[in-house]
């Protein structure tokens, strides 16, 4: 199990967002207080995302873990990433959204479906600029 995915089970907000962030050393110091609502950058997002989405041994992540335990404040902030994978299923063919539903989580299941759809809208506008530009090319020659 990962740093970031044993934090997320047990709840530690701050501990995840350090991880996340990047952060744990280099002479700042900041509080889970400070940094516990703070939003990635892009930069910071693009060094995690490999990291937030590593599953265990049954294929949970830490999105997973921390909805399967309740942990909406965990969750909410591994979603603030934009590489987060909100459907990663694990051995049983559970995602996240599945264990919200099942547990009655409905915040956490909403701010997954708001994920699913802001994911599914950046996919929909490069597929029509990607028939656009064909379209576009094809009619030249």
């Given amino acids: 199990m990962t740093p970031v995915a044993f934090a997320a089970l047990k709840a530690h907000l701050g501990i995840v967002n350090m991880l996340v962030n990047g952060g744990g050393g280099g002479g700042t110091s900041t509080t889970p207080v400070d940094t516990a609502n703070t939003p990635p950058s892009p930069s910071q997002a693009a060094a995690v995302v490999a990291d937030i989405n590593i599953a265990n041994n049954r294929g949970e992540t830490p999105l997973l873990l921390a909805t399967q335990a309740g942990h909406g404040r965990v969750a909410n902030l591994l979603l603030s990433f934009p590489g987060v ?57």
């Fill in 85 to 141: 994978y909100v459907n990663t299923a694990n051995c049983e063919g559970m995602t996240a959204l599945n264990a919200a539903a099942k547990a009655g989580r409905t915040e956490i299941a909403s701010a997954i479906l708001f994920k699913r759809q802001l994911q599914a809208n950046k996919e929909n506008k490069q597929k029509v600029g990607e028939l656009i530009t064909r379209r576009f090319l094809r009619s030249r020659t």
